[in-house]
Every structure is written in C-alpha cells, then in structure tokens.
C-alpha cells in the first residue's frame, strides 16, 4: 500500500519563506498538491501572488547590496555550505518521500538520489579553496592585472516538478558559494523540496534574504523573470518556456541558463548484444515514469536487427511490474499528475496513427487509481514522426530503424534537442568516435549515464549553459579585469 497519508514533514506550508521569515501571501491562494499515486491531496500550500514576488525580490536585493553574504570569503560562505549539507543528511527521509509522493518516483530510487544531495552541497563548499575566484595576470601596458569572478547578483532559480531535490541542489549551492542571493520558484505540484531547503537553509543561519522561496504559478512566474531587480535567471524545464523566457531575459540583458528538452538518442552499433541493451534500457526509461529530460527515448537500431530489439524491449516492458511506488517490487510508479498522464496519453494516440504500438500504450488494467500508464513501445518509427520528434516526457520510446551506420548518427542528430545521447558498442574507440559525432551535451558509452559532478547541459534547444561541476558554478560568477600599479598587500 501506498505511505500513508501524513502531515507535510514542514511546518509553514500556508507560508512562503521571505528574508529569513515564514510570511503570510498577499492573498488567501493555496495549492493543493496530490499524492501521484493515490490522487489524494497530501498537503495545500501558499501560492505567491505578484506583491510577494516584488517583495522577495527586494529582501534578496537588499541582502545582496547592504548584507554580508556577498561581501564575505569563499571559505567563509563554504561554513554555511556545509551546515546545508549536515541538514539535508538530517532530513535525507523528508526530502525521498515527498519526492516519492509528489513525482512518482519509487520509492528506493528516491532515497538513493537523495543520499548524492549533501555530497554535492560539500563539494561546492570544498571548491572555495580552490576554485581562482582571483587570478593574476600581467598586464600589457605595465602593472598587475587581476580577473576577478564576483557574484552576478539575485537569481532567480525556477525548478519543475519532476527533480526538484537535485535542481535546488545544484543551482543554489553554486550560487552561494559564488556569493549570490537566491529565490527559488518552486512548482505548485512539486513545491516541499523547496520548504524542506528552506528549513535547512534556516537553521544553517543563511543572512536574512540570501535565500527565498515562492510557489507561484506561470503568470505570476513571470514577473520574477522580468523583475529588473533580478540578475540573474536559472531555469530547468520546458523548450517552449525556455523560450519564453530567453526573449524576456534578452529584451533586459539579464543573465540567464536555460536546461531544456530532450529527445536523446541510444545508437545500438551491430556488434553490440541486443539483449543486453535491452536490459539496460528498459530500467532507463521507467526511472522516475520516463519523466525525466535526458531519457533515452529514441532507439536508433539497424534494420536488420530492429525487431529482435523490439522483442526484447517489449518483453521486458510487458514483465514490469507498475504500481504503488513505495512497494519495494514496484519498478515504476505514477506519473506526477492527471495532466501529465493526459498528456502522455496524447502522444500515445498519436503514436498509434504514426507507427507500430509494441507493447503497452493504456493504463494498467488493475489499477483503478493513480496517475499510471504503461510502458510503452513503438516500433517501425520514422525519425519525422511527431513522437520521435516531440518530448513525451513518459515512459514511451520509438524504436527506429537505419540502413546504415552513418545513417544512424544522421538520425540521432536530426532533432531540435541535444541534451544526451549514448553509443552501445564494444569497441572503445569507436564509441569514443562516435561521442565526437553526436551532437548532445552528454554522449555516454553502453549506458544511459548523465553526471552532474562533471557538466550536464544541452546543445541546441536543448539549452544555454550548464550545471554541475565547475561548470556550474561559472555561470553565478561575472568577471572583472582590474589593472593596478602594483599588487595590493590583501587579495
């Protein structure tokens, strides 16, 4: 049976967190969010109206022109790092179940990817001694040259539903560390990680306005992004709201990092098992009900060996066991809500009219509530098809055909996104190779594999920027050339 219905694990849902307080909205709105599983609400929380946003904006401005947390070290900022560390240790169970209940994600996968989230926040901490936030240089015309990176200023970092236990994470742990104050915008479906961050960042000490957090919707979203006080925008989500927010962002030379969409390819070369691939693939794409943007979706295969693959999927697909995602049998849950499920649905119909259904393609017939549908597979899939085109953002992939091995990489290219990819062979260097062809920020080899601890981010449409690793932190940062006589006695 799915958790039992309890208390949200924060203790001001009917707030929203503002300059170090819990503060009441500027109006009586709430959001009901749902248990994906069982469709019952779970916990109802305060929705921002435009007021609270202007008034966020103003307690991180004012944190960020007369406050103390830009104006401190990296080491010094790297303390507070840590104790947001300890607190995500400490509410690692809080954080995995409202994943769990909020997105669908089972319940097991949901504590394994909370347990890497302090890890990260120490790591960002651990770069403040040895990231060059100065470098010195030699200036041309005589004198010290010096690069500074300081912080850009207020960002404003707006998360989905499907992650935000990993978003919150790697975009507000590198924006600290780099100095900047923050507001997190969280989604009305999937608004406790930033409650629960919130309550860590409190009892960490964070200075009054360093961290913020609203729920609002896309109307309301909007005046964050356009808000002439913000710096800065970091987005995860949608390619048609990234767009949306690039023109904005552009129209005020705001800084902005967009991950977007992805329908990423798996090329399976001919000398690689397709029984093992399918072995591999088939749990990649039934992590978190496929609703995740660097899923494999499209499996690009030669013809000769298309329908041994299909086979192979389909029936591993058709043993999968879908239901209560806090079953530790369960291999995939619900998806995050009734419109995403419609939305899937959507695609699967008009996958039918386009190509061959597999397997799958309805909702489990023994289950008569939660937000479930089946894994699903089609086969014979031209590469133009609208669900080999379009994110589904399901557990629903195209298996496509080529003639040829050059033909399979012009495929996988042959998209708007290039988020991720992967190669299946067992020949290194032609992996290696064909990572250097495939247009996608992330090519990973026999594996669907994404890593965060390096660099993830899109080409294309995919997005602008990056996340994670050194990279991450980069895109908070803003350089300064400063030319002096000589070198001053304190950097």
């Known amino acids: 049976m799915s958790a039992p219905t309890q208390a949200a694990p924060y203790a001001h849902p009917d707030r929203l967190f503002i300059g170090g307080e819990w503060r009441k909205g500027s109006s009586a709105d709430m959001f009901d969010v749902f248990d994906s599983a069982t469709e019952e609400r779970f916990v109802s929380v305060a929705g921002a109206r435009v007021a609270d946003v202007d008034l966020a904006v103003a307690a991180a401005r004012e944190a960020f022109d007369h406050g103390p947390w830009p104006r401190m070290s990296p080491a010094e900022r790297a303390v507070y790092l840590r104790k947001i560390a300890q607190g995500v240790r400490e509410r690692a169970a809080d954080i995995a179940r409202t994943w769990t209940l909020e997105s669908g994600l089972v319940h097991g996968a949901s504590v394994f990817l909370t347990d890497t989230l302090a890890v990260a926040w120490d790591y960002y901490a651990d770069l ?136 990423s390819a798996a090329v399976i070369l001919d000398d690689y098992d397709v029984e093992s691939a399918a072995d591999i693939l088939v749990p990649a794409a039934s992590l978190l009900t496929g609703q995740v943007c660097s899923s494999l979706t499209r499996v690009i295969v030669s013809r000769q060996r298309h329908d041994a693959l299909v086979e192979a999927l389909s029936g591993r697909f058709a043993q999968m066991k879908v239901g209560d995602p806090f079953d530790a049998s369960v291999a995939m849950g619900p998806l995050a809500s009734e419109q995403q499920r419609a939305r899937v649905e959507g695609y699967i119909a008009k996958g039918k009219a386009e190509a061959t259904l597999a397997t799958g393609g309805a909702r489990p017939s023994h289950l008569n509530r939660g937000f479930f549908v089946e894994p699903t597979v089609f086969c014979n899939v031209d590469n133009h098809a609208t669900i080999a085109q379009e994110e589904i953002f399901g557990p629903v992939l195209s298996v496509i055909p080529a003639d040829s091995e050059e033909q399979a990489f012009e495929i996988a290219n042959d998209t708007i996104y290039g988020l991720n990819n992967s190669v299946f062979t067992n020949d290194l260097e032609r992996a290696y190779a064909a990572a250097r062809r495939l247009r996608s920020g992330t090519v990973g080899h026999n594996s669907f594999r994404t890593d965060f601890t390096i660099s993830f981010g899109g080409f294309k449409q995919s997005g602008i920027g990056r996340e994670g690793g050194v990279e991450g932190l980069h895109p908070f940062l803003e350089a300064k050339t400063v030319i002096l006589d000589g070198m001053p006695a304190k950097l």
């Open 128 to 263: 403040a001694d040895t990231f060059p936030f100065i470098e010195r240089h030699e200036a041309s015309g005589g004198g010290v040259g010096l690069l500074v990176r300081e912080p850009v200023g207020v960002v404003g970092a707006i998360v989905p539903w499907n992650g935000p236990q990993n978003l919150v994470t790697y975009k507000i742990a590198p924006a600290l560390l780099a100095g900047c104050t923050t507001i997190v915008k969280a989604s009305p479906e999937a608004p406790s990680t930033a409650y629960i961050f919130a309550e860590i960042c409190e009892k960490a000490g964070l200075p009054p306005g360093v961290f913020n957090v609203l729920t609002a919707d896309r109307e309301v979203s909007e005046r964050l992004v356009r808000h002439p006080g913000v710096d800065k925008i970091s987005f995860t989500g949608s390619t048609a709201a990234g767009r949306r927010i690039a023109s904005i962002c552009g129209e005020r030379i705001a800084r902005c990092t967009l991950e977007l969409g992805g329908k």
